[in-house]
């Protein structure tokens, strides 16, 4: 039996680009950054199969095949390497929901979702004659789905905000929590890992004017994030919870909502994200407020005169994701998350069902005609 050893082992700038003095490589090993063949001659270059990247400058070599106006067609992973991925360049096409709804006709594991309702109706309305998207996508109506270690670490933060504290269920959904990405050495080689999700024990309660921040409609949680210990130096990406709980209180005669928006990070969530690369914010988005009054109703559910309770309104749950300036990026629901994070979700979608099935006699016709 051989002995083992190291073939590569490789520390990288975040495009791929070697660091210097810390790396070892077998000469007999080419693979690389991502799983890529190093492209011999062009420095810190690897063969994509579509193209070849330089990881100096963060380029493409050659023009994308997806072409998009907002962006340069030698941008390489949207300039954001750290939670993007582009095996090929080509892409699945998803909703707001997380549901398959079109592809370019290349499938691989980039996916983006399409916002816009125009584009959404035009790619399903080709899925299901089995054709394929093609045309140029509006920056403004996509977002690149992040790296399926971002998604999953997002959910385990959310979930774990849902879970009551020592069994106390009237703590559940009322505390954060935090998980971080960060790089580590594995077996001598430099790769993302996810830390354990640090519960938070500060709780979202009936306020005194000391602890929150008032809002037009209500007071606004602002307890800071609890940083995991491996992530107080900095990381990849920083997820935390804002509390997705509500409580009501009284102040100068008026009824008020309590409640914590994850669109809206705190002065200390702002301050700590100047350490990280990535920063993300899951919960409720907007803060909570009380909608029109309705009339209360009895145990028949028949309106009771002269009667009303108010009732607040139902906020979307999403994960919202910044830089470390604290400028907004983009959102996905969380709906969303967890159908991009289930692998059975695409081939159980009955529109990729329909649209295998006629893409598949599309192509055996045409193969037949080419005999």
């Known amino acids: 039996m051989e002995s083992m050893s190291n073939l590569y082992a490789q520390d990288y700038f975040p495009f791929g680009s070697v660091m210097d003095g810390r790396s070892y490589n077998n000469e007999k090993y080419r693979f690389g950054f991502n799983g890529k063949e190093k492209e011999d001659g062009i420095g810190d270059g690897y063969d994509y199969g579509a193209r070849i990247s330089d990881n100096r400058l963060g380029r493409w ?49 980039s996916r983006k979702i399409i916002t816009n309702l125009v584009i959404e109706k035009s790619m399903i309305k080709l899925s299901r004659k089995g054709k394929n998207y093609t ?3 509006p920056d403004n109506d996509v977002v690149l789905v992040p790296i399926n270690l971002i998604i999953k670490a997002t959910l385990d933060v959310y979930k774990s905000m849902q879970e009551p504290i020592n069994g106390n ?46 809002e037009k409609n209500g007071f606004a949680y602002t307890v800071g994030v609890d940083v995991p210990e ?61 909608g029109e009054p309705i009339p209360k109703t009895d145990a028949r559910g028949n309106p009771i005169p002269n009667s009303s309770q108010n009732v607040i309104t139902e906020r979307e749950h999403a994960a919202h994701f910044f830089d470390n300036k604290g400028k907004p990026l983009y959102d996905i629901a969380v709906k969303a998350l967890e159908n991009l994070n289930d ?29």
């Open 61 to 109: 070599l050659s023009l994308d095949p997806v072409i998009n106006p907002s962006w340069s067609s030698y941008t390489l992973l949207k300039n954001s390497p750290i939670c993007m991925i582009d095996p090929t360049g080509k892409t699945d096409f998803y909703n707001t929901a997380g549901e398959w709804i079109g592809t370019d006709g290349k499938l691989d594991d």
């Open 135 to 137: 045309e140029k996508l």
């Open 169 to 214: 269920e009237s703590t559940s959904g009322k505390h954060e929590a935090s998980t971080a990405i960060i790089n580590k050495d594995v077996n001598g080689v430099t790769t993302l890992v996810q830390t354990d999700v640090v519960v938070g024990t500060k709780l979202l309660k009936p306020p005194s004017r000391q602890n929150v921040q008032m």
């Open 230 to 290: 491996q992530a107080k130096k900095g990381s990849k990406v920083l997820i935390h919870g804002h509390p997705t709980a509500v409580e009501t209180a009284s102040f100068d005669g008026r009824d008020l909502v309590v409640s914590a928006a994850a669109d809206k990070p705190s002065p200390k969530d702002i301050d700590e994200f100047r350490n990280h690369d990535l920063n993300i914010i899951v919960g409720a988005t907007g803060y909570a407020e009380y």
């Open 343 to 371: 692998g059975t979700h695409k081939e159980d979608n009955k529109l990729h069902g329909s649209y295998e099935k006629k893409k598949a006699k599309k192509d055996a016709k045409k193969a037949r005609t080419s005999k």
